[in-house]
């Protein structure tokens, strides 16, 4: 039978039926029900007491196509399976980050979960220019818990190769290596590049070998380190804010994945807000540089938190198991050499995938808001060069940007040239 969406009384009936749900609810005769999802996938609901708007919950259904394209772009329902599967984990590791699910249906390829109605999401915050304190620890505390906990570091051999076979999610994989490692590299016809995008810039990304090459190298490490069990999509839009919490979702995405795919997923994000900055934050006090140098510190406190949080979570397990991954090594000289050379190959990957991750969103088909509302064609072309030429910085020089400073000089280095050139 073809899929329709859910209408408000079907999804009604459906509630009332679920009891644990109906009495989070408050048992209510009558539910407002309202279609709200903009994202990519699925079909997201709030529905809440009408009597009582408190009592909500979000119900969030996978139907059997993309649905950014519609029924010509069809795709595997069980994601949803994935989804819930990956929320469940994560919400084991990381409670304070992760929305409650309260009920899953895998005929329906639906669930019922936490209402985050005091958060807005993450994108649409920094595009307001507002300022998240704790948003810079939260982010490092999700990322080294749900990270360091999936992989071999933590959980014994046979355990995490069931736990990978577990997390196989192909379909979706498969769109991640085409829209962010291959299409954005090549005249693809799902390619959309904005009106006065310059012809060189995509010349460049085609004809460029070392990021060619740096870009297959990406791929690689994503279609084949297979080291913990990822979110797989932690843009801005997947991160829901307020002034004091922080939840992740939508992690639809979630396989076994090299780790810094996630972190770099984040990164990636905070340096397109970065440089799209000029321009919204000329609409909003004609002052961008403030805000971007919380954006950049942002950057720089991310990564530096959770490499020291992952690493305290390591020498933590290792104390309490007696044992390191190294094995015997009594002065310990090897096993920290192993851990300074492990953090460091994390950080370059995790500039590599940042590297994609800001190129797809200038040229691939899923655009970020970001960088869509800007309606003044010429400076939207401007930032867009400029968040391709970070891009490419962070990609061929991955290996000698050694220290997350480097990348922060990178951006204002960009952003000045912009401006001496502009001004
Ligand atoms: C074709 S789906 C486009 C994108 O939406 C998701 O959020 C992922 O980023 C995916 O690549
Ligand atoms: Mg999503």
Redo the contacts with the bound molecule.
């Keep these: 039978m073809e899929f329709e969406a859910l209408n408000a009384s079907e999804l009604t009936a459906y509630l009332q039926g679920i009891p644990a749900v109906y009495a989070l609810l408050g048992e209510p005769a009558e539910l407002e029900i309202a279609e709200v999802g903009d ?3 699925n079909y997201v609901y709030f529905a809440s007491n009408a009597r009582a708007a408190e009592k909500s919950v979000v119900v969030k259904q996978a139907p059997p196509f ?1 649905r ?2 519609g029924k010509t ?1 069809p795709l595997g329902r069980e994601r949803m399976e994935r989804e819930v599967a990956a929320l469940r984990r994560f919400g084991s590791l990381c409670p304070q980050h992760v929305p409650t699910v309260y009920h899953a249906d895998s005929q329906l390829f639906l669930m019922v979960m936490q209402r985050l109605a005091n958060h807005r999401i993450l994108r649409q915050g920094l595009m307001d220019g507002v300022v998240y304190p704790k948003l810079a620890d939260h982010l490092s505390t999700y990322l080294a818990n749900t990270l360091f906990f999936g992989s071999d570091l933590f959980l014994a051999a046979d355990i995490k190769k069931k736990a990978m076979s577990a997390a196989v999610n192909s379909e979706l994989c498969r ?2 290596e085409d ?2 490692f291959t299409y954005p590299f090549e005249e693809h016809s799902s390619n959309v590049y904005s009106p006065k995008l310059p012809r060189s810039a995509l010349e460049r990304l085609r004809h460029t070998p070392e990021l060619r090459v740096a870009a297959a190298e990406m791929k690689w490490a994503f279609m084949n380190h297979a080291e913990t069990l990822l979110h797989g ?1 932690l ?1 801005t ?2 991160i829901m804010v307020n002034a004091d919490e922080t939840y992740v979702i ?1 992690p639809e ?1 979630s396989f076994y994945g090299p780790m810094a795919f996630d972190i770099g997923a984040v990164l990636a994000n905070l340096l397109l807000a970065y440089f799209s900055r000029d321009w919204h934050g000329r609409l909003n006090d004609g002052r961008p540089e403030a805000y971007q140098a919380w954006l950049l510190e942002q950057v720089g406190t991310i990564w530096t938190e959770f490499a020291a949080k992952f690493q305290k979570l390591w020498r933590e397990h290792e104390g309490r198991s007696k044992t390191a991954f190294i094995g015997d090594d009594p002065d310990r000289q090897c096993a920290d050499a192993f851990k300074a050379r492990f953090m460091q190959r994390l950080l370059a990957d995790t500039l590599g995938f940042a590297g994609c991750k800001m190129i ?1 969103r200038i040229v691939g ?2 655009k970020v808001a970001e960088i869509t509302h800007i309606t003044d064609d010429t400076a939207r072309a401007e930032i867009e060069v400029r968040c391709l030429q970070c891009a490419e910085t962070l990609l061929v020089q991955r290996h000698s940007l050694t220290d997350i400073e480097h990348v922060v000089r990178l951006a204002e280095t960009l952003q000045r040239a912009n401006h001496s050139n502009n001004h």
Aim: zero cysteines; aromatic letters at 10%.
């Design positions: 994202g990519n996938l993309l950014l394209v772009w769109i991640t829209l962010v999509d843009h839009g997947s939508d995405f797809r088909m899923a």
